[in-house]
């Protein structure tokens, strides 16, 4: 590899691909599921048109609320690591070096190597060296609460958007084999590209996830043919 030549690796993409491919996957699968279940109930057009919009915008919200709670917990957990760390830095620095020699010895380091690797780390960035090997926190994988919950709820609108739109624009009569069919196809679609970008294969992503997608739009369907045909 060339001098200076950056490799690219797949996992500084993990924070923010899990919260898109998963707003994207709820977006298309829970309106489209929604949306179903009220078609399959005998309502009008309109109805299932209002049904879709409600879902999308309702979604989008508890997506990003979700998210932002559940990572923001992690950012909180992750701070206060790290101020314990800071504390401990303070109070017993020798303590701190000899703790992070004993990991690196831990990882096939000799003892005079480690030693020196510990002491010229800490000389540079004591904290950050800690919070990498003692802690595993590292710049790419902390926690970002707002980037989350944007890319949940974005991602979740536009997922949520691609059913609607069909739901619009289709005919009452073929709604329920087009919205159903059109959806499938953007599920397994969705799972090959996340699937590719994260660097796995492309068709079990696309197969898991139109799999459990067939299964969540049919079950919903089905609970809403059988509590139409009730009430």
Known sequence: ??????ELHHTGRIGWLRAAVLGANDGILSTSSLMLGVAAAHATHNNIVVAGVAGLVAGAMSMA???YVS??????????ELNLERAELRADDKGEHKELMAIYVARGLEPALAKQVAKQLMAHDALGAHARD????????????IQAAL????SFAVGAAMPLLVTVTA???GLIPLVSATSLVF???????AARAGGAGVTIGA???????ALAMALTAGAGWLFGSVL
Do not use: Y
């Open 1 to 6: 590899m060339p001098v200076g030549a950056k």
């Open 65 to 67: 609320a979700g998210e």
């Open 71 to 80: 990572v923001h917990s992690q950012a909180d957990t992750e701070e206060a």
């Open 134 to 145: 003692e802690l595993g926190i590292s710049e790419t994988f902390r926690a970002r609460p």
């Open 151 to 154: 890319a949940s709820a974005g």
């Open 171 to 173: 005919p009452a009569a």
């Open 187 to 193: 599920l397994a679609v969705l799972g090959g590209l």
């Open 207 to 213: 197969i898991r996830v139109t799999f459990w997608g």
